[in-house]
């Protein structure tokens, strides 16, 4: 058995430190879970507004957190002593749309023409729904929600398109309606499912082949599969425009803020405890 972490796992800017020093490189579903957490995605300058266009006409998939200034690796509206290009604990560069590393931190390749932006993630929702009662059987188990590739198209901009990209969790019947009337609480953080039940009818063709290759896929008789809207669709967005440069979060290595999920609610009563 590994041992317990030597770092406040509750405290944001201590995950952070943690993932500065390379005391930690896990998932980052399972700390800082009443802050939110924030997909990344790092364009050239002359790309940007067309980025930040695309993200306004697929609010649901890219709810926009955070925007750096050109040539800043910082965003200090959502964590004062966050720097993008060592934070975040993995990192994809793509080039001309294909994948050529995935360092553990970007310093080397930073520029001072490139622009961060960090988007919702539902990560930031997944312990409001442990608090309602929802099983999350991927964390229960050690994993993350698997991605998949829809059929649904989004609304272009520039040289951005493409399909949706979705999250999946596989719930009981029970914990799906409770998922939804939690979630939808939370365009923040995606807002409410796109799609439960038949994966073929949003043109996912087989569970077992996520998006990365990573995460739960399998489900258990009682379980139906629940797909939210995911940032990783700003990423295969970015990689069919082809790019010269683009970088992202690695795989379930998400940006940690100071924002507390408690603060970003549309309605707060949502964030109590669950009471039987």
Known sequence: MSAPPDFDTESPSAVRAAIRSGAFRGFTNTVARGHVQGNLMIVPAEHADDFAAYCALNPQALPLLGRSE??????????????????????????????????????????????????????????????????????????????????????????????????????????????????????QFHGEPVHIGWPSLIGIDDLARSYGGHGLTELHDDELPVFWACGATAQLAARQARLPLCITHYKAHMVVTDLPIDGTAADPSFEKEKTS
């Open 70 to 187: 050109p040539g800043s690796p910082h965003i200090p509206g959502i964590a004062a002593d966050l720097d993008l290009r060592t934070d975040v604990g993995g990192y994809m560069v793509f080039r001309d749309g294909e994948l050529v590393d995935t360092p553990r931190e970007i310093a080397t390749v930073w520029r001072d023409d490139l622009v961060a932006f960090v988007l919702g993630c539902s990560f930031s929702f997944e312990a409001v729904l442990q608090r309602q009662g929802v099983r999350l059987r991927h964390i229960d188990e050690g994993s993350v929600s698997a991605m998949y590739v829809t059929g649904i198209e989004t609304k272009p901009a520039g040289r951005f398109g493409g399909p949706l990209v979705v999250s999946m969790r596989a719930l009981r019947a029970a914990d799906a309606i409770r998922a939804i009337t939690v979630s939808q609480r939370y365009p």
